[in-house]
């Protein structure tokens, strides 16, 4: 047990932002393979990085250096976002390790995706962390030591797995259903490995920040730091840990700049150190410092998303099953799938984000999940994502074929393909000697003409007669040929198509596919055996 | 409350929505407290419910020997005379004496047959603009004979019967817009439709509009007082389980409908054109555009010439229960409406557990949630909403489940109990100013 006099104030928040998909036409599947709306993505993040992250991170730099070494705070960046600002915002990526390097802010382990993976299984779960761990470790500079679940979801089975990964300290909800008489304000542990440490977030308190700061028919409105710490005071004698939880995108994006958020976050570490017994401290020093005062039994996953506190947001409805399902019934054939290209878009479609798109509260109580909403409804969310999955799993059996019937169907398009190459080239040679054979012809003629009025030549262009004729023959005949060559090179293509959007269907008709497959080998030949006969034709020339 | 209520059509004897928009009204009407119907058309053919209102048709009202008495409208009584103003005719030969004769410019002729009744053929036809005049002209007969509080006339070709009704009774006049010329036309609008529906909007003391985009259009086209227009968004009437029952379908291709009569206004092009890219991509759908109009014709050419006819089916006209059963039988509704005051068909599909593709051209997109919507000319938007909804079972479910929760809870009582109140609130008006 630490100083039991001092109580811990614990900010934390999440900075995340989806890759935001662009509309994606149904036609579209198998020809275009890039999924993201890049001036969407591009134009919000950059106006969140100059309305929140830099003026926030800027202002935090201030106050940790102003308080030197009292005021602390804690931040989870998921893979996405680091990746979004490597490329529309690097000077926040800077800042923040700006603010790693100041020892007073912590940044969590996550999900690199910002997933939902620790609902399908655990080593889903594991390696998507250990993506996280080195994406930290390479662009903030960071070994963290302490773990959150995507949108704090959290269950005793998936803190068994982070406490076996080796983090000391969890963050989640401080779910009512959860708690009961319990309070939030001490730290707890997991009910299967006690020795993970679960910190639960005030609801009351994040959310006067988060979502009534600025609502003028609040009571308290307007809330100012004095205000705020006099609060957390209160809470003192019956609390060891206050925990602030919420998204970063609280200051200056959902609070605008005008409700004075910024003033209210300058003012606010003051007031609490100077007025209250409550000292800052990060994730995992709360969990070095305090004592766990009872095991929390979770045996459902919880979040901190919506009223509910549940995995309604993103699994609620059947077309978030549905969507949720058929992502992850790709992931073992991800996991031998070395296209990078494939595993980016992986990584990024797998963002919880897409599923809360689709959820049907929406119509309800939709405000919080129409942040940065790209769609007008869940359907069209939900149309939109099963296009752009179905067209990932086209590519995904054509770069990674699993079972031989894939192998086949692939082996015999590229079959075609070449041979259509060859028959393209082919083509070319001819209307090249063609044309030679045509002029070489004419002059020929005219040759003939001038030497016809010398009789001793007539025996010779009778022969020459008889020589021209096969070729004036051929000639004729070698368009029409061409004609079908052609029409054939036109039908091929088309066919193939064919066979990339079969290879959906194939695993429930294999046998007619197989059919079609053999239908095709069919036509392999014949176009060979054209092409082959194209050859003769231009070898007998 | 008695309304007298001059429409156009009543089912069974209907060509789209205008009649089963009325009669689901004044079924609506009949079952408020205190509110009586009598329902004018101009051709009863006999077989029409009359359960729930007294059917007028004005084919069986005599006008030749009547006489019309100007109650209200011009007082005092006396000094016109209290005579006919109409002047019946049986045909052309009398019609061209009475016009050389000295029949007053105030007279109103009429051709009647030999029981000095007023022939109604009751459809669209050719006579369409003589039909509507005829119709008025009954119109005063059956005003000055029955007895009624106030008057309602739906669409244009019933407003110059309203107007003389009110003119002959001197009871406030509500029109009922369910559609505008604009968007009958496409913008090119009639003149001679436009007066109409003009000296009607001008005369009623309230309009009713089906959709807020019908409404615009009334305020901003007609330049009518946005304070006498107010929209009441119309209804379904509840289907019968065993309605439900859906037919075996001898394949297993999924169907795609259009439904509704084949003109510019319904955007029938469009479908035909979203359903070739939908083709182009899933072998196994089937389209229907189920309807006639003056663009069928044209729409199977159209069709042919895209080589998607094997696929593609046109039905003609369905009537009744046929309608029904054409719903029950398809996986995905389109309405690609270019200009759609209002819309029931959709609600009927989703009455028949159907997914519905609506324009955002459609008065009923205000309504509905649980309805795709899109532009009507954004094809590759309907292709892929056609296609999601026949490739994602998740999708469908939800829109069938969804869609069927949110069109039960459109009920005819509550757009008449609207109607009601617009009623009390009118003879409020107009009893103040008298």
Redesign the interface.
């Known amino acids: 047990m630490s100083t039991p006099q001092k109580k811990a104030i614990c900010l934390y928040f999440q900075v995340h932002q989806p890759f935001r998909l662009r509309r994606y ?3 579209e ?1 198998g020809h275009e393979h890039y999924y993201y709306d890049d001036f969407m993505n591009e134009s919000i993040l950059r106006r969140i990085a100059s309305n929140c992250y830099l003026p926030t991170n800027n202002l935090l730099l201030d106050l940790i250096r102003k308080h030197k070494g009292k005021f602390k705070v804690t931040f989870s960046l998921t893979g996405i976002v680091i990746d979004q600002l490597r490329l529309y915002a690097p000077e926040v990526l800077a800042s923040f390790r700006e603010l790693a390097e100041t020892g007073c802010v912590e940044f969590l382990a996550e999900t690199n995706s910002h997933s939902l993976a620790s609902l399908m299984n655990r080593e889903r779960f594991e390696l998507q962390v250990r993506v996280h761990g080195e994406k930290m470790a390479e662009h903030i500079g960071y070994q963290p030591t302490s773990i959150r679940n995507t949108e704090l979801i959290y269950s005793d089975e998936i803190g068994n797995w982070m406490a076996d990964m080796g983090y000391k300290a969890v963050v989640t909800e401080g779910a009512k259903h959860i708690l009961g008489w319990k309070s939030p304000n001490f730290v707890y542990c997991n009910a299967i490995n006690p020795r993970l440490k679960v910190l639960l977030r005030n609801y009351t308190l994040s959310d006067d920040i988060a979502f009534r700061f600025s609502d003028t028919s609040w009571s308290s409105y307007p809330l100012a730091a004095d205000k705020y710490a006099s609060w957390i005071k209160g809470l003192a004698p019956s609390s060891e840990v206050v925990n602030i939880f919420m998204d970063y995108e609280t200051f200056g994006e959902h609070q605008k700049k005008e409700t004075g958020i910024f003033d209210f976050l300058k003012h606010m570490p003051d007031a609490i150190i100077k007025k209250t017994p409550f000292k800052f401290m990060t994730v995992s020093e709360v969990a070095d410092n305090y004592q766990p005062v009872s095991l929390l039994h979770v045996p459902s996953p919880i979040s901190w998303a919506d009223e509910e506190r549940d995995l309604t947001a993103w699994m609620g ?3 978030q ?3 949720v399902t058929k992502l992850y019934s790709m992931a073992e054939k991800m996991a031998g799938c070395s296209s990078e290209q494939l595993q980016r878009d992986w990584v990024y479609l797998q963002s919880s984000d897409h599923f809360y798109y689709m959820s ?1 509260k929406f ?1 309800s109580d939709g405000a919080v999940h129409a942040y940065f909403n790209p769609y ?2 869940p ?2 969310a ?2 939109n994502y ?2 752009i999955l ?1 067209d990932f799993e086209i590519r995904l059996k054509t770069l990674c074929p699993v079972d031989y019937h894939d192998e086949e169907v692939n082996r015999l398009s590229e079959t075609i393909q070449s041979k259509d190459h060859v028959i393209i080239e082919l083509q070319e040679k001819l209307t090249k000697l063609e044309k030679k054979a045509g002029t070489a012809n004419k002059r020929a003629a005219a040759k003939t003409k001038g030497k016809a009025a010398a009789a001793p030549a007539g025996k010779k262009v009778a022969t020459t007669r008889v020589a021209a004729a096969p070729a004036g023959k051929k000639t004729v005949a070698a368009p029409s040929g061409r004609k079908a060559v052609t029409a054939k090179a036109v039908t091929t293509p088309a066919g193939k198509k064919a066979v990339t ?1 079969k290879t959906v269907a194939a695993h429930e008709v294999k046998k007619s596919a197989a059919a079609k497959t053999d239908a095709r080998k069919a036509s392999v030949k014949k176009s060979a055996a054209r092409k082959s006969v194209a050859k003769k034709g231009a070898g007998s020339k | 409350m008695r309304v007298l209520m001059f429409g156009w059509e009543f089912p069974p004897h209907i060509a789209g929505g205008l009649g089963t928009a009325s009669y689901g009204l004044t079924r609506g009407l009949a079952s408020q407290k205190d509110v009586d119907v009598i329902f004018v058309v101009p051709k009863a053919y006999g077989d029409e419910d009359q359960s729930i209102v007294s059917l007028i048709g004005a084919n069986t009202v005599s006008v030749a020997f009547k006489k019309v008495k100007y109650r209200y409208f011009m007082k005092p009584v006396e000094k016109i005379e209290v005579f006919s103003r109409l002047v019946p005719y049986t045909d052309p030969e009398d019609f061209w004496k009475m016009t050389r004769g000295e029949v007053a410019d105030t007279d109103l002729l009429v051709s009647t047959n030999k029981q000095g009744k007023v022939d109604f053929s009751g459809t669209y036809g050719a006579n369409l603009m003589d039909e509507i005049y005829k119709y008025s002209v009954v119109a005063q007969v059956i005003a000055s004979e029955q007895e009624f509080d106030i008057i309602h006339a739906h669409d244009w070709l019933a407003y110059p019967a309203g107007i003389a009704a009110k003119a002959v009774s001197g009871k406030p006049l509500v029109i009922h817009v369910h559609a505008t010329d604009f968007d009958r036309s496409g913008g090119n609008v009639n003149p001679v439709v436009f007066k109409m529906e003009k000296e009607g909007m001008d005369a009623a003391d309230k309009i009713i509009t089906v959709s807020n985009l019908t409404r615009e259009i009334v305020i901003n086209n007609y330049d009518i007082d946005p304070e006498k227009v107010e929209t009441v968004y119309n209804a379904v009437e509840p289907l019968h389980h065993s309605e439900l029952d859906v037919p075996a379908r001898a394949y297993d291709d999924k169907i795609v409908t259009f439904l509704g009569r084949i003109t510019l206004q319904k955007g029938p092009e469009y479908f035909i054109e979203a359903a070739r890219m939908v083709l182009s991509r899933m072998p196994k759908v089937r389209f229907v555009m189920a309807g006639s109009g003056d663009m069928m014709e044209r729409m199977m050419r159209h069709a042919a010439s895209l080589r998607i006819t094997d696929r593609f089916y046109f039905t003609g006209f369905l009537r009744g229960n046929d309608v029904f059963t054409m719903l029950r039988m398809s996986d995905v509704y389109v309405m690609p409406s270019v200009s759609e005051p209002f819309g029931i068909s959709p609600l009927e599909a989703m009455q028949s557990n159907v997914p519905v593709i609506i324009s955002k051209q459609s008065g009923v997109a205000e309504l509905l949630t649980h309805a795709v919507k899109v532009d009507f000319w954004d094809i590759e938007a309907m292709a892929d909403a056609i296609y999601g909804i026949l490739t994602y079972p998740a999708l469908s479910r939800m829109f069938i489940m969804n869609g069927k929760e949110e069109v039960d809870k459109l009920k005819w009582e509550k757009a008449a109990t609207h109607v009601k109140d617009i009623y009390t609130r009118v003879l409020k008006q107009t009893s103040q100013q008298i």
Do not use: D, I, P, V
């Open positions: 036409r149904f036609f599947m409805n059947e077309l099953t549905a969507a049907t119509f007008e409804n359907y069209q939900f149309m099963m296009n179905s959007a």
